[in-house]
Nanobody, 121 residues
Framework: QVQLVESGGGLVQAGGSLRLSCAAS????????MAWFRQAPGKEREFVAY???????YYADSMKGRFTIARDNAKNTLFLQMNSLTPEDTGVYYC???????????????WGQGIQVTVSS
């Protein structure tokens, strides 16, 4: 059974940084495109970033320049470095994998359980 486990979330002040990790088991992530999504209370799940099997990356406009997605295939782990955080970045962050890199959450095949990120003023 494929499993993705996020870690590294928590509470930070505005302007701070967090590094999220997504450890995979039951699936070799080098074979897939990987992505991060987030969901704030009362809002729809939104795209954050993806990284392809060939390390092409794409970011949502609001994350561009602040967030960096990366993978370590040897560790079978996906990362999201988040800098210059604002309260609007608060939400549950999910990692996901699939055959094709897209911005649609409906097209990913497997997901982590999500991890809370809270940014205070």
């Amino acid at each position: 059974q494929v499993q993705l486990v996020e870690s590294g979330g928590g509470l930070v002040q505005a302007g701070g940084s967090l590094r999220l990790s997504c450890a995979a088991s039951g699936r070799t992530i080098s074979r897939d495109d990987m992505a991060w999504f987030r969901q704030a209370p009362g809002k729809e799940r939104e795209f954050v970033a993806y990284i392809s099997r060939t390390d092409d990356t794409y970011y949502a406009d609001s994350m561009k320049g602040r967030f960096t997605i990366a993978r370590d295939n040897a560790k079978n782990t996906l990362f999201l470095q988040m800098n210059s955080l604002t309260p609007e970045d608060t939400g549950v962050y999910y990692c996901a994998g699939g055959i094709l890199a897209t911005m649609s959450p409906n097209l990913y095949d497997y997901w982590g359980q999500g991890i809370q990120v809270t940014v205070s003023s």
